[in-house]
Every structure is written in structure tokens, then in C-alpha cells.
């Protein structure tokens, strides 16, 4: 997995350019999936070593990648529908379509067609679950697209099946150059059936099996409840309560019908570092206790299995000495990548006037420069991860330790 994500954290435009600004602050964030390791360093990503007019907020002017996004939930969560709802908007893009079910032929194609009102394409991957055993056809359909299609295309939405694992259709994005160089994950969906959906998020596996409704909601950028026609309002609230203990980072909306707004699902950018400010929206906790876990507020775990899936997020005023962030960053995805779904972070640190923002994803991690603060502004930062296993206790001295 780490070798395969590692392509999907694109150096951006700014990280070709000369180091300048911050020249004395030349340690990076290192590229950290092992393959790397050996393989000579790029330069400048994963460093305060750019120069501030070239940073990751002004590069998305360059990237003329055609963005996807991929939808997931649930079996009957409602991913068809909403999928209606973006070929029938008036949002003038011009979106091709990729779906996949698994052992039926066409069904959602024509359930879409009849229902389209502007010219798509539709094109089915069969034969398999998309995040296994046709990755392959996945990767040759995203390579016709854009090789017949890529001029006229605004957009590509990609259409799991019900049991799909948003990992490696994710990595599917990273595992071909050629796909990586033309088409960028915009985001991950995910439709969540309100009625049915808690009984799936505590459903105990064994360990080593995965928990797709909760990988689902750990992957996503986007939380879609649906259906909130068929709860009452406490079912709703502990639904939210739950989702948010496995992913704090994700927007949520609760709907009927899959109609949200389609600014909501389309131009996400949930892998653009320019947009990480916006995602890491967790409160700030007053008083000593800096950082929470989830919804929990990193009080009581009893309840937790170990093997859960939760969010961590920190949120403290502050400069953090770079090298020890790079330390401890670079030892937890050594040591916890595989575990590591999601992270996203905007940090204050030493000898910079702006804002240092990163994301990774298992073992990769991508970040740079980004706007100064102001001068009266406080200097808050902000982390998320999601993940397996995590631990809150560890990671929050990890960050304290950090600390100026
Ligand atoms: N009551 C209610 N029904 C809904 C809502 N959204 C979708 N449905 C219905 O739920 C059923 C399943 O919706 P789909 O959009 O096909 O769900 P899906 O996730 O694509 O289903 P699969 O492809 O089987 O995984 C359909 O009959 C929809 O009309 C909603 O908000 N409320």
C-alpha cells in the first residue's frame, strides 16, 4: 500500500521550484514510504525550503488534472441516487461516469441513463469488486477516459459497489503513473443509510477482517446521511455522534434523496494541500486539555475495541520545533502507516512567519509552506488523524512534546 500511495501525493507545481525564503529551515518532512527511503530525496517537498509566492495555494491554477471523485456506502445507501442527482444538476460540467456492480450487468447504468438529462459517459466495470479484482480495468477505463475523452471532460465520478473498500480504490489513483499524471482524486464520497447504517458501524469482526461500512466513513471527505426520512432525531444524533468518533474531518450533510449541493460532492479537493485549512475544521478546546479524541473528547475508551477505527484531533496555540515534528511524524508513519488512513495538519513552527500545512495518507505524507499569519493572529494548530488502533495518549505527548 505505502509504495502505491506514494504517487498519489503529487509534488506539487511549487515543489520543482528553487529553494529560496527559508533556506535555514532546510530539514523536510521526509517522503516516508520505505521504497523512498534509498531513492534520492525530492527536492523541496516535505520543506520550508520554498519560496512563499510559490506556495501550495496558488498552484491549483496549474494542475490541469481531471478530477474524480469516487462515491461509496453501503449496499442501498442511496450512492445511485445521489449519482441521478449529479448528472441531472445544472452545474454545466461535463462528468463521465464509471461503475461498478458486482455480479449484475448494467443495472445502474440504465437506472442512471434514464434519468440523465446531459451527455455522459457511462461506463461499466464488471466482473468483480472494483477495489480488488478489476483495479486493473479500473486503471485502463480512467486511461481511456482521459486519453478520448480528457479535453472534453470536466470530471469523473466513480461508482463503488456496495462492499467496495475505499483503500484500494483510492490507490488505484497512485498505483499507475500514467493515471496520476492525467486524472486526481478530488474526493471520497461517502452515502451513509441512516436507518441501517449504526447496526453496520458496531458489527464486531475478527481483527483481521475489515469493517467496509467503517472503512467507508474513515476514508471520506464527504459524509452524505441519507434517509434521515426513515429516523427520529435521537437515532440521527447518535448516528452523527458515531460517525464523528470514526471521522472527525469529514463535512457532513443530512438529506433525503442524496440532494445536497453539488459544491458539496464535485471540486472537494480533499487531497489539495491548498485546501487542507479549510478541512481541518475541529474546534478549538478551551482549558487545559488541548487535545480530543473523536466526539469523546478522550474520555472514556471502554466501549472502544481495540482494533476501531477513530479520529484523533488536536487543536493547541503555539510553535512547534520542526525538527521534532519531522521526528515524530516520520516515526509514526514508520511505525503506524499501515493504520493511518487520513492526516491533515496546519502547524505553527519555529522560524517561519506562515503557516506549515500537510497531509498524508498511510505512510506517505506531503507538505509545505502555505500564507503567513497575520500578526495579531494566533498562532492556532490544527491536526486530524484517522485511524486504526490510535493511540490518543501517545499522540497527544508526541504533540506536546513538540511544543516550543
Ligand atoms: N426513504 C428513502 N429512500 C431512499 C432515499 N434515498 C434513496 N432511497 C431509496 O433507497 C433505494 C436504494 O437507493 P440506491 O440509490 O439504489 O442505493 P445504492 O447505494 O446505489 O444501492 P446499491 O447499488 O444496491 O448499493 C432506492 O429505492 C432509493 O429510491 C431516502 O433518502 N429516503
Redesign the pocket.
Known amino acids: 500500500m505505502a509504495a502505491a500511495v506514494a504517487r498519489l501525493l503529487r509534488p506539487t507545481a511549487a515543489a520543482a521550484s528553487p529553494a529560496t525564503a527559508l533556506g535555514s529551515l532546510s530539514r523536510h518532512f521526509r517522503t516516508l514510504a520505505l521504497p523512498f527511503l534509498t531513492a534520492p530525496r525530492p527536492k523541496a517537498l516535505f520543506s520550508l525550503e520554498r519560496d512563499l509566492s510559490d506556495t501550495a495555494f496558488d498552484t491549483q491554477a496549474l494542475d490541469t488534472r481531471v478530477p474524480a471523485t469516487v462515491i461509496t ?12 442527482n449529479i448528472l441531472t444538476s445544472q452545474h454545466g460540467k461535463r462528468i463521465a461516469v464509471i461503475e461498478n ?1 458486482f455480479g449484475e450487468v448494467d443495472i ?1 447504468s440504465s ?1 442512471v441513463a434514464s434519468h440523465s438529462s446531459v451527455t455522459e459517459d457511462i461506463e461499466m466495470v464488471n466482473n468483480g469488486c472494483l477495489c480488488c479484482t478489476v483495479r486493473g480495468d479500473l486503471l485502463k477505463m480512467l486511461l481511456k477516459l482521459v486519453k478520448q475523452k480528457g479535453d472534453k471532460l470536466d470530471h469523473i465520478v466513480i ?1 463503488t ?2 462492499l467496495a473498500k475505499p483503500g484500494p480504490v483510492i490507490e488505484t489513483f497512485c498505483s499507475d503513473e500514467l493515471v496520476s499524471k492525467y486524472v486526481k482524486l478530488d474526493g471520497v464520497v461517502t ?1 451513509v ?1 441512516c436507518k441501517h447504517a449504526m447496526k453496520h458501524l458496531k458489527e464486531v469482526k475478527a481483527r483481521w477482517v475489515v469493517n467496509e461500512a467503517v472503512e467507508q466513513v474513515a476514508y471520506a471527505d464527504r459524509i452524505i446521511l ?5 429516523v427520529d432525531d435521537a437515532e440521527l444524533e447518535a448516528l452523527t455522534k458515531k460517525i464523528k468518533s470514526i471521522n472527525e474531518m469529514a463535512q457532513m450533510k443530512k ?4 440532494d445536497v449541493d453539488m459544491d458539496f460532492v464535485l471540486g472537494i479537493g480533499g487531497y489539495d494541500l491548498d485546501k487542507i485549512e479549510a478541512e481541518v475544521q475541529v474546534q478549538e478546546i478551551k482549558g487545559a486539555d488541548h487535545c480530543h479524541h473523536g466526539d469523546e473528547h478522550g474520555h472514556h475508551h471502554d466501549h472502544v475495541h481495540d482494533s476501531a477505527v477513530t479520529s484523533v484531533s488536536m487543536v493547541s496555540e503555539g510553535v512547534l520545533d520542526l525538527d521534532e515534528v519531522n521526528d515524530w511524524l516520520e516515526r509514526l508513519v514508520d511505525e503506524k502507516g499501515e493504520d493511518l488512513y487520513r492526516l491533515k495538519g496546519v502547524i505553527s513552527v519555529n522560524e517561519s512567519t506562515g503557516r506549515f500545512i500537510f497531509q498524508g495518507v498511510h505512510s506517505m505524507l506531503e507538505g509545505c509552506p502555505a500564507k503567513p499569519w497575520e500578526l495579531d493572529e494566533k498562532r492556532i494548530n490544527k491536526l486530524v488523524f484517522i485511524g486504526r488502533n490510535l493511540d490518543e495518549a501517545a499522540l497527544r505527548k508526541a504533540f506536546n512534546g513538540c511544543l516550543l
Open positions: 456506502g453501503f449496499l442501498g445507501s442511496g450512492k445511485t441516487t445521489l449519482l441521478n456492480e445502474d437506472l461508482e459497489t456496495g452515502m443509510d441519507n434517509k434521515i426520512d426513515l438529506t433525503k434523496f442524496g
